[in-house]
């Protein structure tokens, strides 16, 4: 093992891309009714969930990349297994940081709970407030040759309005 | 009564705790509470009802032959209900449905628990499929995680504060302090919650309700057979509703990651929590006017405020202003969890929701000792069980 590469794969597959110029959620849209969900449906062939429609075809679409918070929170004690906490990969034995949850209201009508990105916690958030969609490390794993990997995932970061972070 | 209703015969618990004994145990133990509190002799039941825990084996999925087998064979009927917390519900309403189908006479519906300490953690094994799985893995979204999501709400939009939360704890506290019943039967401060630590913000470790070995069961009965037994003002079941959301629901619920989208259809008339209540003062042609008092899943302090205002028993937003008024404490205008609650209960999965009706068949009776509620005769309880389950049980006498 003398080459050792550092890589970086979604911590879930096909839940959001970054190969635009900004990370995306990717939902699945209702060929029908354009009902559109998220997490999205997989190989975009499922059953359409609004009662009056019986779409059985969804396109795959990117999420809007803003929503507004409809609420928030975190988590101050390390969450149990299977959730992996980023420390976990490194030396080990490493303290436990908590980190801040939020529900997010999409323009699709639809509330996607997502982690708030590294350095923000709850006094940063509000009811209402903006937030846009960022990917971050989420944990490290080491694959089977050794070389460590990240695992990445989708978090929401506060907007900052102009002029805002001098008020502060 | 009408031959149209069914009758609450009789109900019993098994105290909640951590006793560390096996759940049938604890089954047993409250359906024969049950059967001496009816008069009824096992012998004469012909429909039992389980419900299903998921933490004890095989005889855990079919519980209602696990605690007829118990109770001895007797010959009855078996059915086993799941649906997460709504699981007590969904087990009375099955009983109901027969007795009112003719199909049955007298039915016993017993739920019991024993339960892990700390968090709740999903089932072992990776489930990509799972949301239950999933919000763990991906998100680390504990079940306090989405009740402090609804406590941040009432904060941000309605005012709410840290002090109204921690006054419901002290309000149940003080409630459960008589219940036999009860796990914890102790007086608690504001301080005291406001000084125990943050588990998910805004929500304090004292804000957050425990988990609990303990059983309940209820023994129903046609009017018929309520009348063979000499009960001549019975409580009744005036309705049971275990209805499902109307799409789109756009609250998140536990323990999804997302919520229905309403961009293609706008949005529902009634959240699922308000439609909870709503099909049962439907079913039961009784208005949230009409009640006298609520046996409500405070999971959190704060879902109770909730509650009461997805049951109409006032507006949205206005359930800290009762609170401040003490109008939920007992003696109040519509007192709230006479029986303690979860608060001094915790929570034991399938028989929580028939301890509320075993609570509130106390109060219609007028056997709820120091927690009576005087002159109760309207009672409704209300619950959500994971995955679209509704929970509300109306009492009448």
């Known amino acids: 093992m003398g080459h050792v590469t550092h890589t970086s794969l979604p911590a879930v597959d096909g839940w959001f891309t970054t190969s635009g110029p900004a990370p995306a959620l990717l939902g699945s849209r209702c060929g029908v009714c354009t009902s559109t969900y998220f997490p999205p449906i997989p190989g975009n062939a499922g059953f359409c969930r609004n009662p009056a429609c019986d779409g059985e075809a969804f396109d795959e679409v990117e999420l809007s990349r803003r929503g507004r918070i409809w609420s928030y929170t975190d988590a101050q004690y390390q969450p149990p297994a299977p959730y992996i906490a980023p420390q976990a990969g490194a030396s080990g034995g490493e303290a436990y940081v908590p980190f801040a949850l939020a529900a997010v209201e999409l323009a699709e009508g639809l509330v996607v709970l997502g982690q708030v990105a590294d350095g923000y916690g709850v006094d940063d958030l509000k009811v209402g407030a903006e937030v846009e969609l960022v990917v971050e490390r989420l944990y490290g794993d080491t694959t089977e040759d050794g070389s460590s990997q990240d695992r990445t995932i989708w978090r929401w970061k506060p907007v900052t309005e102009l002029g805002e972070e001098a008020d502060q | ?397």
């Open chain 2, 1 to 397: 009564m009408s031959s149209q209703q069914v009758a609450v015969a009789g109900v019993g618990m098994h105290p909640w705790g951590k006793w560390g004994k096996n759940f049938v145990t604890y089954g047993v133990h409250a359906a024969r509470a049950a059967l001496a509190d009816a008069g009824v002799p096992w012998s004469d039941v012909d429909y039992v009802v389980g419900g299903e825990t998921v933490r004890n084996g095989y005889g855990g999925y079919v519980a209602g032959a696990t605690f007829a087998q118990a109770l001895g064979w007797n010959g009855a009927r078996v059915a086993t209900s799941y649906a997460a917390c709504a699981t007590g519900a969904q087990a009375i309403d099955t009983a109901r449905s027969r007795i009112l189908a003719g199909l049955c006479e007298v039915a016993l519906v017993v739920g019991a628990d024993t339960t892990p300490k700390g968090f709740l953690a999903p089932n072992a094994g990776e489930r990509w499929e799972d949301p239950d799985w999933l919000r763990f893995r991906l998100l680390g979204m504990t079940n306090p995680a989405y009740f402090a999501l609804y406590a941040r709400r009432r904060m941000d939009l309605y005012g709410a504060t840290s002090e109204d939360f921690a006054q419901v704890k002290v309000k149940n506290a003080k409630h459960g302090l008589s219940n036999p019943n009860a796990r914890y039967r102790k007086e608690v401060a504001a301080a005291d919650v406001l000084a125990s630590a943050v588990v998910c913000d805004p929500l304090h470790l004292l804000d957050i309700c425990a988990t609990s070995d303990g059983a309940a069961a209820v023994v129903l009965c046609s009017a018929e057979y309520a009348a063979r037994l000499g009960l001549d003002d019975p409580v009744r079941v005036a309705a049971v509703s275990t209805v499902t959301p109307t799409f789109p629901n756009t609250v998140m619920d536990m323990p999804m990651l997302s919520t229905d989208p309403s961009a293609a259809t706008g949005e529902s008339e009634h959240t699922f929590k308000e439609s909870i209540g709503l099909a049962a003062y439907e079913e039961a042609g009784i208005s949230p006017e009409d009640v006298d008092v609520a046996e409500v899943y405070d999971l959190s302090t704060a879902l109770e405020l909730d509650w009461i205002e997805d049951l109409g028993l006032c507006k949205r937003g206005e359930a800290e202003t009762l609170l401040r008024a003490g109008e939920t404490t007992i003696g109040g205008r519509i007192p709230v969890n006479p029986s303690g609650g979860l608060a001094c209960f915790g929570e034991a999965v399938p028989a929580q929701a028939l301890a509320q009706v075993c609570e509130l068949t106390w109060q219609l009776r007028g056997q709820a000792g120091e927690r009576q509620v005087e002159g109760a005769r309207v009672g409704i309880t209300a619950n959500q069980g994971l995955f679209g389950h509704g929970s509300s049980v109306l009492l009448s006498r």
